[in-house]
């Protein structure tokens, strides 16, 4: 027994020594902190802490000494940064993620990518990006059985209009970069092993990257089957991967934690080339962002269209990122230098600075995190007879005072604002003087003088034209006779909580929400019993030769015109918005308005499903869970799920289109009722929303992306 825990102590011990051979400033996940005694201490947190006079040395020099012993321990393999075709990523400073519904992307009535319009609108706002996240699949994935490759190819144009539209951003000198997602085991099947897939359809569409969504480090596979095939890319999980990781996916995502003092990126850290795009997508103030990844040398994920919330950047935060990424795009060699020194010791408290070296020439990047601006003298260098100093980020150049045998530099900082300087032997270089000159501009006015309020964005409801009032009262049709209604609804959207700009806006409200509830009268109406069918919605076809100028995915499932056997008494689905108008507008109809679509379904008695408030599984098709889609049941197969008027199928077999909403970058659909087809496997794929008091939003791009084998529509006309 004595020996057993003899042996305990030992191996304790051992352990200690490791942990203390590895480093004194263990990293917390992705980020590295400053020593414990720089932070401000409160009296009830016992006694001062008083940082010794090198301690900025020794703190140096340990974590240097870590990473030389992490390099070593993990057997790290510089050879992908090395890589000409990966080197674009070590000055990809500003890359937003963009959602392909984003209005200034796509326009559908033209049909065409927008590329130019979106650039150009960043360029005006923040001062433009180095490369873009193009987002295609959740949150619209698994309304169907599209698996994230068929998503990219259902966007417009298909494969070749993906292409072009990935050269139309190369053309303006933007990387693109495309997600993928390892939770999608639900729903079709690649036709070849994940990583062989992925990299053969980035090649086909040129694309530069992808972003490991949700993954702790994108698996070498990824990488080998990209190189394999001679169309190398740049993998970017989301969350922070494995040291050794760090030899493959040569760019991070960093979703920090954000204390007073400037904590170092782990990764960034280990390998200088790294390239970290700050993520902290829910944030109305980016100021941590962008002091970090001053700070760290790296770069920010500009992201403000949230799964079709928008989370616009303040002018302030906006002028902010115009001035850093300009003074990283000109330093971006010195922001990879091994040289690398965080913390560099500066005079002011909460001033911050990082030192790159790079040959003669030295470069230090500032940041304030106090409240307060700051002025005179910031910082000492060593006296070097014929070096220059220059205020990049002012645009002047500085006079060094002689103190101590070193030399004093004085230059301002404002409020949570920005620094840096550039050492140079002798007269600067013609790029660093047209630097000087753009910033000297840019910095006339203060960060302060642009506002830091951020605003919600309106949303406005598509106008749905009244239908013609029938003589006699509709086939098939059944009248609701209207009146008070407490109309009461609340999205389900998997993110955003209940913050404002969540879900949609209805005319009544002042800003988009997740929970509604407006009493309102409703004229009345007659709604189709039955959604319509493709045995309907061929005789539309044979009357009009209706043809989409978008034919994407267009009746999918029917093959030369005709529905699958059996299919006549089936909702027809692969119909987009715009398909389900043209025919209700053919048969003197059109789409019910939600509050409309929810009457039929509740009644008057506020129950939570048409047939009351308990949910009765033989009252809907039984779930598809599987990776295909084997189709929805008859309209009348499930007469005991009827409303309260009778109206049928409202709830578990299809989707059902209604109201339409826009907001200067979004557009949407409200979707009611819910599907047969339920793929399995993850949280993430398009939620569920069967109860009468829930609805879903679909995000709209184009009707070649939108058309789905789980929506269909039913239609209503307007009652005297």
Partial sequence: MHRTFATLLIGLALSATACAQDTAYRAEGQQIPPPNCMNLHHAWEGPAVICPPNIHEQWLADIQHWRAERRIRVGFDPTRYQMAALQWTQSSFIQPQMMVQDRYFYDPITHHYTVDRYLDDLEKRYGGIDAVLVWATYPNMGID???QLEMV???????????????????????????????????????????????????????????????????????LAAEKIGHPLAFEPEDSPSDEALAWNVMTWGQYNFPFIPMVDRFKWLETRHMVN????????????????????????SWENIWGIWNGITPRDAEATRRVAAIERAIAPFLISPGWEPLYPMHNYGIYASRWPLGQETAWTIVNRTGYDTSGPQMDVPIIPGMRYFDLYHGVELKPVPHNAR????????????????????????????????????????????????????????NIPPAPSPVQPPADMIRIPGGEFNFRVQGTEIEGGDEPGVDVQYPWEDSPRRFHEHSMVIQPFFIDKYPVTNAQFKQFLDA???????????LRDWKSGNYP?????????????EDARAYAKWAGKRLPHEWEWQMAAEGTDGREY?????????????PDKGRTMRGPDSVDAHPQGASPYGVMDMVGNVW??????????TRAAILRGGEYYQPQGSIWYFPPAFGNHEHSKLLLMAPSYDRSGGIGFRCVRDAQ
Wanted: charged residues 20%; without cysteine; proline residues 7%.
């Fill in 145 to 147: 059985s599209r698996n």
């Fill in 153 to 223: 190819e259902s966007m417009p144009g298909g494969i070749e209009g993906v292409r072009q539209m990935v050269a139309d951003f190369h053309r303006r000198g933007v990387r693109v970069l495309f997600p993928m997602m390892m939770w999608d085991e639900g729903t079709n099947a690649p036709q070849q092993h994940w990583p062989e897939a992925v990299a053969a359809l980035m090649k086909q569409i040129g694309a530069d990257g992808i972003n490991g969504d949700t993954q702790d480090g994108v698996p070498l596979d990824f990488s």
């Fill in 278 to 301: 700050i993520s902290d997508r829910w944030n109305t103030d980016k100021t941590d962002d962008l002091q970090y990844a001053f700070f760290n040398g790296v770069g920010w994920e």
């Fill in 407 to 462: 030399s004093l530099l004085s230059f301002p900082v404002e409020a949570h604002g920005y620094g840096a300087v550039l050492a140079t032997p002798g007269a600067p270089s013609a790029a660093i003087k047209s630097v000087l000159q753009t910033m000297a501009s840019m910095t006339a006015k203060p960060l302060a003088s642009s506002s830091h309020q951020w605003i919600v964005l309106p949303q406005q409801i598509v």
């Fill in 544 to 554: 009009t030769h209706y043809k989409p100028a978008d034919s994407g995915n267009f």
């Fill in 565 to 577: 056997e059996d299919w006549a008494d089936r909702p027809v689905t692969w119909v987009s918005i």
């Fill in 610 to 622: 048409p047939w009351g408030n308990q949910w009765q599984p033989v009252n809907v098709p039984l």
């Fill in 656 to 665: 059902q289109w209604t109201e339409e909403f826009t907001d200067e970058h």
